[in-house]
């Protein structure tokens, strides 16, 4: 009850703490990633490869635990682009539902 009114109270600011937890989570779990795909490369086929995504992995972790702003800001760009894809794929099925409705439907085929 207490958060809830703290955020009513300044939407803001919620949202920015919300959106720098969820930047600092996804740096946590890249890096927690790429410890592991380094672990278990031992047991790959292509350990090469598993050792390059690991240390890209922590690599892109530590630099998005380093500038939290700066990927937040990425992050919102990228989520309002895919909200925007989404919309106009939205809007051009909506002008595209029902045609053909009209249309006989095929029958079961006779033998």
Do not use: C
Request: proline content about 3%.
């Amino acid at each position: 009850m207490i958060t809830g009114l703290i955020i009513l109270r300044d939407s803001a600011v919620a949202a920015a703490t919300l959106l720098l937890i969820i930047v600092l989570f996804a740096g946590i779990g890249w890096i927690l990633d790429g410890i592991m795909a380094i672990v278990e490369s031992g047991r790959a086929q292509s350990r090469t490869w598993a050792i390059i995504f690991g240390m890209v992995s922590i690599l892109a972790g530590i630099v998005v635990l380093a500038v939290p702003g700066w990927t937040a800001r990425w992050l919102i760009i990228f989520a309002a682009i895919g909200l925007v894809v989404t919309g106009v794929a939205a809007v051009i099925r909506a002008f595209t539902f029902g045609r053909g409705a009209g249309e006989p439907a095929a029958g079961p085929a006779t033998l």
